[in-house]
């Protein structure tokens, strides 16, 4: 049976692969991606992560990128789109974006570098937060959104504790959504004169 990643045949609709802007990609790289027609969703530069935790040294810095067709397209085809910017040669076929596009910025990762929601950059009608944050989480993000507006929540401790006291039903979706929720907090304040000071884990 034939290596599916190495099967120029394999279709899928979404696929994803690195690009390395200010290195190998080309200067009008967005140009290219927004003239191809396809939904595209771009991380924000990944500058700060680590490639080897004991030495400190720090990957190349790059982009990752989720490309979507309307229907299926084969591996061949969607190698031919990334080849254009020069990326590495091996792409991945996603059974679906959501888990990718929540990788953009390392969502369910508080491991590594964080990244901002705000910096997810797309082509052509794609929406990053569609995809990554499912319609049951949408409620308790906007009930978050009001919570930090209407308490004037300074940080993500307060707001944890907020909603241990006063929101316990918020309480699961503040712990899984750790960078969202200080993204929310940092906005809100950032628009006041006012402004907190960026908690020290906050990448």
Known sequence: MPDKKNDPNEKGRYWAGLIYPGDSCPDDW???MQLSGLQILVSPLHDQDIANVKTGEMKKPHRHVIAMWMNTTTRRNAQRFFQQFNGPEIIIRLESP????RYLIHLDNPEKAQYSPEDVMAFNG??????AIPDDDRQEAMSIVNLV???SIRGYYDLLKHCEQEHSELLDF???QT???REVIWSYWHTNTD??????DHD
Do not use: H, S
Not at 98 to 101: F, I, L, T
Not at 126 to 131: E, F, G, S, T
């Open 179 to 181: 960078v969202f929720c």
């Open 126 to 131: 794609a929406d990053w937060q569609k995809i």
């Open 195 to 200: 402004k907190p000071k960026k908690e020290a």
């Open 174 to 176: 503040a712990t899984r």
């Open 30 to 32: 967005q140009e290219l």
């Open 149 to 151: 507006a209407e308490n």
């Open 98 to 101: 959501r888990g990718m596009a």
